[in-house]
C-alpha cells in the first residue's frame, strides 16, 4: 500500500470520528447559566479543542490499525463487505 492511499484512508477515518468526538463533553453556556453577552446560548462554554484532536486521532489510529491488520493478514477488504442495497433481478 502506497503512502498516499495510508494518508488517504486515515485521514477519512480521521475525519469520520472528529464529527463522533466533537460533542462528547459539550456543555453550553445555557446548560452553565452564564451567557456572555453578544453569543448564542448555545455556544460552547469552554472549548477544547486540544482534547478534541488528540482524541480523534487516538481513537484514528486504533481504527487504522484494526483495518490494516484485517487488510494485510486477515485478507479482508471493501468487496468482502456484503451489499447493502438488495439486487431487483
Not at 463522533?20 to 451567557?35: A, F, N, T
Not at 488528540?54 to 481513537?59: E, G, K, N, Y
Request: negative net charge.
Amino acid at each position: 500500500m502506497s503512502l498516499l492511499t495510508v494518508a488517504a484512508i486515515y485521514f477519512i477515518i480521521w475525519w469520520t470520528v472528529l464529527f463522533i468526538v466533537l460533542p462528547l463533553g459539550y456543555r453550553s453556556q445555557q446548560d452553565d447559566g452564564e451567557v456572555t453577552n453578544g453569543t448564542v446560548e448555545s455556544a460552547p462554554t469552554k472549548f477544547r479543542g486540544g482534547r478534541v484532536v488528540l482524541m480523534t486521532t487516538v481513537i484514528s489510529a486504533v481504527l487504522y490499525a484494526a483495518y490494516h491488520f484485517m487488510s494485510s493478514y486477515l485478507g479482508f477488504g471493501i468487496a468482502d463487505i456484503p451489499n447493502i442495497v438488495p439486487s431487483f433481478e
